[in-house]
């Protein structure tokens, strides 16, 4: 009876494998997604990262600090909730990956903080 259960145990198993490797074929088989193309409207965009997340914070900071034109309306106007928003927000990631981004990212990132903190405090109140 030992055996019987064992011969059963080791059929599910091949069965297992079998239905396995023909989920894996079917997920290879089918097309690659396609990137998009680009339009005048809709740039490719760079792949994401962190660097790349904290850099478009660090821009939308700049334009909220009137420290840049907003590239819209080319206005500058300067938003000091908005750029407080956008200064806390990078620090909070800057505090929420500590120890897992590079030492170099992460020495950028306080710079850039210092810089962004610098120029809110010369915002008017």
């Known amino acids: 009876m030992d055996e019987e259960k064992k011969l ?3 059929e599910d198993w091949k069965a297992q494998v079998e239905a396995e490797k023909e989920a894996a074929k079917a997920v290879n088989e ?3 997604e396609e990137t998009p193309a680009a339009s ?8 994401a990262s962190f660097a790349m ?9 700049f334009i909220a600090l009137g420290m840049m034109a907003h590239p819209m309306t080319g206005e ?5 909730n908005q750029a407080k928003y956008l200064i806390d927000t990078i620090a909070m990631l800057a505090e929420t990956t500590k120890g897992n981004v590079p030492a170099e990212e992460t020495a950028g990132v306080e710079e850039l903080l210092h810089s962004l903190r610098m120029a809110f405090l010369q915002l008017p109140k």
Not at 40 to 47: E, L
Not at 53 to 61: N, Y
Not at 76 to 80: D, G, K, L, S
């Open 76 to 80: 500058v106007t300067p938003r000091r």
């Open 40 to 47: 005048d409207d809709d740039p490719v965009m760079p792949p």
């Open 30 to 32: 089918q097309p690659a």
């Open 53 to 61: 997340l904290v850099s478009t914070l660090a821009t939308e900071s």
């Open 8 to 10: 059963y145990i080791d």
